[in-house]
């Protein structure tokens, strides 16, 4: 008698607990979001990278200082790998002595005017697409995207190009309200992830 | 009393087997057995109906059948036409296009500011409306087999409900630089929270996610040719 009634128990335990798992895991699968990808030009190799200029990144997001902040990030992060980088005061004076236009989408000819006045082997660009604070269905959680071009000075061709988002929320933000990274914590997490790829 | 209770018990206990390790009656088996499927069949529903990789946006392409796109190894993303109250939506879909043309490795993407400098140099007030010959001659100076162009209809967060999601809704199209003519268009549109994102708080799309989405979706229309 024990023994039926343990039994039908555990077959009703069984059935919950296969269901609550399904509930669970559910949101952890789903929100298939394709796997980043990047592009490298194949005869293109990071150790010939000697000394690049950072440009002004363009930003379309709605902080005012994204561009720069994302960009110092750029430089720091360059610098620790052990690519020689240009400081940003040398390259507006390149910039407004060549009398650029604008500063994030150069010509041709300006990259190669760059490149005689800088010495510089490439010329990493690109955009902020999204910095700041973005309100989820149940939370609020820190919406990092950009775009990084590094275009060879000689030939204005593109070497290598990436384009990196920080995603939402997380599993224990979302439903337990856990504290998430920082937005300058996840600006950096994408600026890292983002350089990754190139070496 | 009590006699008549234990005989019950006694009768089903001898009608009773073991199921999987379980003593049971066939009629309970078969209800527990009709129980757990229901329970699993309900899971699986639910997932599927709110799965994140639902295909709830709506495509529509149109690819030149006559054409062999695999002469075209160089194009020019030209700026996309605005058409939102988003200030820089199309500039974030244009530089989400370059990126995700270059990811493929199928085609080399001219440089955005030689574009500019070839359009500017071109004279052409509007690049949204360039005709057979402009793009022919811009084609000749960027060196490029096609050009890919397009708008940008819908760019932010739309309300369904108690829940904001963002929505998106772009038109890609490519011109071949030799003609001028459009080879391939396609319309990608993508929007709402996903229904386990509205009822159980699973993970749903950010803006960018989502605009990679639009994106990737629309390209890889044209990438099957």
Known sequence: MISKAKSTRDVLLSLVSTFVAFLLL???????TGAMKYYTRPEFSVSSLKRIAVLPLENYSTDGYAGEKIRKAVITEMLSRGVDVIEPGEITRALNELKVQSRSSLSVKELQGMQKMLGVDAVLTGSVESFGMSTGISATYPEV??????????????????????????????????????????????????????? | MKENIRQIRRSRLSQAKMYNGYIMTDKRYLRMKLLRNSFLLGAILIVFAGSGCRSGGVSTFHV????????????????LDNLT?????GDIVRQMVISELLATGLVDVVVPGEVVAAVDKLGTRSISSLTADQIKSLGSTLKVQAFILGSVEKFGETRIGNTTAPEISITLMMADASSGSIIWSATRTTGG??????????????????????????????MKY
Request: aromatic residues 10%; hydrophobic residues 45%.
């Open chain 2, 85 to 89: 109250n988003e200030r820089f939506a």
């Open chain 1, 26 to 32: 559910t949101p952890l699968i789903s929100g298939c």
């Open chain 2, 193 to 222: 929270a996903s229904f386990m994102a509205r009822h159980f708080g699973a993970r749903s799309d950010t803006m960018s996610e989502s605009v990679l989405k639009v994106v990737r979706e629309a390209l890889n229309t044209l």
């Open chain 1, 145 to 199: 995207s950009i775009h990084l071009v590094l275009l060879d000075a000689g030939s204005g061709t593109i070497l290598w190009s990436v384009w990196r988002t920080s995603g939402g929320a997380n599993f224990w933000t979302r439903h337990f309200g856990a504290e998430g990274a920082s937005l300058s914590e996840t600006a950096r997490k994408v600026v890292k992830g983002a350089i990754d790829t190139l070496f």
């Open chain 2, 64 to 79: 030149r059948q006559d054409m062999d796109f695999s002469f075209i190894k160089r194009v020019a993303v030209l700026p």
